[in-house]
Every structure is written in structure tokens, then in C-alpha cells.
T-cell receptor, first 116, second 110 residues
């Protein structure tokens, strides 16, 4: 169990550029979540996947945001035409599935995005 | 998911017990109380959860009142490394997301 990994850990970009983040969940974890956290606030839910299916998207996930999990393993979160308001920590979490200790979400270290 | 109320911040002396309260007066019968913490610049870390019985693990104890309207997370011997933001979350088991509030900033001081 190597934990949830996220890359890159830090990203600085200019307004209007596109960025993509990657999340590698714990092996064989079926559910994968994305959260966003701004300074001084708790994480806010963005979306989650059950295997490759995206089952829920928050209203926070505007049409500039897209998330994929093509093979049910790693996931990517892309932000197009970044805005300064997108500056935040983007967190990924995974859980094994529906049974067992399924409900403990294991979080990655996050990707900190700064939009200049 | 029911809403929770936590103090904004607390201080605790190193080596002493840290008792972090959480109010959840609108909790439903099928909702659990979860605690996570977030150390600076890291992702949140699961601590413990419970339904109505008190729970204990290697990290902490969770005391839930009989009416389930409030709970207390206890770190029995706080260390400097326990300085973090602690989140109390109420939700159904196997729910599809965690809803975080602002949490309690716990500062452990030597």
C-alpha cells in the first residue's frame, strides 16, 4: 500500500492556460474522489468515480473542468482557460469499494495550483 | 448530511489530553460521526468514526453522547505533531462524499 499519489505537487500557470492533474489511487480502490480546498476552508467535493464511471459532479465543477478515469485506475482533472479563482489545493481520495472498511477515504497530498 | 458545529480553535499542552467537541444536533439515526484531521500542507487523514457507541483506536477515542447530538474526540497524550485542523463530519455510511466544515485548529504547545 503506497498510498494515494498526486502529480504534480505544485503547479504555477498563467491565466488562460490549461492545466491537468493526475491522481493515482491505492491499488484496487474502486472509488475515486476529487476535492478542492481554498485557503482557510475545508475541502469541497468536486466529483467522484466508481471504477471508470463518473457518478456525481458538484455544481463547483464548471464546464471548464473535466475529470476522467478511463480505465478505472488513475484519474485526471483538467482545467481549461484557468482563472485566478481556480487557485487552490486539489485533493484526490480513494476508497476500496462498498464493503469492508470501504468508507475510510484515503487522501493524497494534493496538487497546489497557483494561477497568476 | 447533518450540519456540525466546532470551535474555531483550541490550545493544548503537550502531553495532556486534547478534547475536541462537536455539536451535531440534527443528526439522523443512520448517520455516523467521522473525524478527520489535516496537518499543514497535507491531505486530510482519517482518525475515527462511530454510530452511537464510544470508539477507540490507536490514534484517538470518540465519545458520543447518548442522544447523539454531540461528540468529543479525545487525543489522550497530545504531541506537537498533533497540531492540525480537525474536522467533524456527519454522514451516512458509504455515502458518496465528505462534506467538510471549517474544522477546529488545534495547537499543541510545549
Amino acid at each position: 500500500d503506497t498510498g494515494v499519489s498526486q502529480n504534480p505537487r505544485h503547479k504555477i500557470t498563467k491565466r488562460g492556460q490549461n492545466v491537468t492533474f493526475r491522481c493515482d489511487p491505492i491499488s484496487e480502490h474502486n472509488r475515486l474522489y476529487w476535492y478542492r480546498q481554498t485557503l482557510g476552508q475545508g475541502p469541497e467535493f468536486l466529483t467522484y468515480f466508481q471504477n471508470e464511471a463518473q457518478l456525481e459532479k458538484s455544481r463547483l465543477l464548471s464546464d471548464r473542468f473535466s475529470a476522467e478515469r478511463p480505465k478505472g485506475s488513475f484519474s485526471t482533472l483538467e482545467i481549461q482557460r484557468t482563472e485566478q479563482g481556480d487557485s487552490a489545493m486539489y485533493l484526490c481520495a480513494s476508497i476500496p469499494g462498498l464493503f469492508g472498511r470501504a468508507d475510510t477515504q484515503y487522501f493524497g497530498p494534493g496538487t497546489r495550483l497557483t494561477v497568476l | 448530511d447533518a450540519k456540525t458545529t466546532q470551535p474555531t480553535s483550541m490550545d493544548c499542552a503537550e502531553g495532556r489530553a486534547a478534547n475536541l467537541p462537536c455539536n451535531h444536533s440534527t443528526i439522523s439515526g443512520n448517520e455516523y460521526v467521522y473525524w478527520y484531521r489535516q496537518i499543514h500542507s497535507q491531505g486530510p487523514q482519517y482518525i475515527i468514526h462511530g454510530l452511537k457507541n464510544n470508539e477507540t483506536n490507536e490514534m484517538a477515542s470518540l465519545i458520543i453522547t447518548e442522544d447523539r447530538k454531540s461528540s468529543t474526540l479525545i487525543l489522550p497524550h497530545a504531541t506537537l505533531r498533533d497540531t492540525a485542523v480537525y474536522y467533524c463530519i456527519v454522514r451516512v455510511a458509504y455515502g458518496n462524499k465528505l462534506v467538510f466544515g471549517a474544522g477546529t485548529i488545534l495547537r499543541v504547545k510545549s
